[in-house]
């Protein structure tokens, strides 16, 4: 069940009451300035003491497809060059598998695809988006556990170059938004990139759990501030009731979703649609 299936089961047949509603919305992650531009909204109707659930419902989808890009935003091209994508998050988001999805998303529309295993912290990291690249033949740079991650992406941006590859994906380890030494390093593999293609990265992706809530909001902001973000991926979309954390962050920051997980198949996976994410959520 929805979160808005849910309200209009809790206010069904009376009454809305607005501190319920407030808590509600705020509850579904839509963040606490769309929650009270929304309930602003509603209460400025001159017939707002009549209002009723389904009222509330129109109000919410009309809120958030104005929050919302219209279309799915596309991915930004190097012209003439590799189109570098940086991924980032923290540990736990699915994010080595949604460098996977991406790289068959990319290949499955006649892109080249390279891949940079850049986390060389976690245990079998390596192995793992190993194992993904060998399952959808594409190349990968790798190198030792402990390496640099920043030499790493700097000598698989070359290679890119070289072999004149579309598309050239850096995973990176994963860590916590409060842990600075640890962004510094990321900064650090973008200053490295930057050196050899100035606008690179071109994308700058950060991969969040939709079923964290506001967590992954405070994530988003840490992480758009060391490395200014163009886009989130978006995982477990299906498993969430609510997911309104894509409304809260376009809302807050102005990033876009751009592409959304919905299970753990490499098809799971498809540019981010507002009409058909508002229809699921409400």
Not at 181 to 194: F, P, S, T, W, Y
Request: some cysteine.
């Amino acid at each position: 069940m929805n979160f808005l299936q849910s309200l209009a089961k809790q206010f069904s047949g009376k009454p809305i009451d607005w501190e319920e509603l407030e808590e509600a919305l705020i509850r579904a992650d839509l963040g606490v300035s769309m929650t009270m531009r929304i309930i602003r909204t509603l209460q400025e109707r001159e017939a707002w003491a009549l209002l009723r659930i389904g009222d509330v419902i129109k109000a919410v989808r009309a809120e958030i497809a104005r929050s919302l890009p219209s279309r799915p935003t596309p991915i930004h091209r190097a012209k003439g060059k590799p189109t570098v994508i940086l991924i980032a998050g923290v540990n736990g988001t699915g994010k080595t598998t949604s460098t996977a999805k991406l790289a068959h998303y990319l290949k499955r529309d006649r892109h080249s695809v390279l891949l940079a295993a850049a986390d060389t912290f976690r245990a079998a990291a390596i192995e793992q988006l190993d194992i993904w690249a060998k399952r959808l033949g594409v190349e990968i740079i790798r190198g030792q556990y402990g390496a640099d991650p920043a030499a790493l992406c700097y000598d698989a941006y070359q290679s890119a170059s070289k072999n004149k590859i579309d598309f050239l994906i850096c995973d990176t380890a994963g860590r916590q938004h409060t842990k600075t030494n640890l962004m510094a390093e990321l900064q650090k593999v973008k200053r490295a990139l930057g050196k050899l293609e100035p606008d690179a990265p071109h994308e700058t992706l950060l991969v969040v759990d939709a079923t964290t809530g506001g967590n992954a909001l405070s994530q988003t902001r840490e992480f758009n501030g060391a490395l200014t973000l163009t886009g989130l991926i978006v995982t477990k979309l299906d498993g969430s009731g609510k997911g309104g954390i894509v409304v809260a962050i376009q809302d807050e920051f102005g990033i876009p979703t751009r592409f959304v997980g919905t299970g753990e198949q490499l098809d799971d996976f498809a540019p981010f649609d507002r009409d058909m994410y508002i229809a699921n959520l409400v």
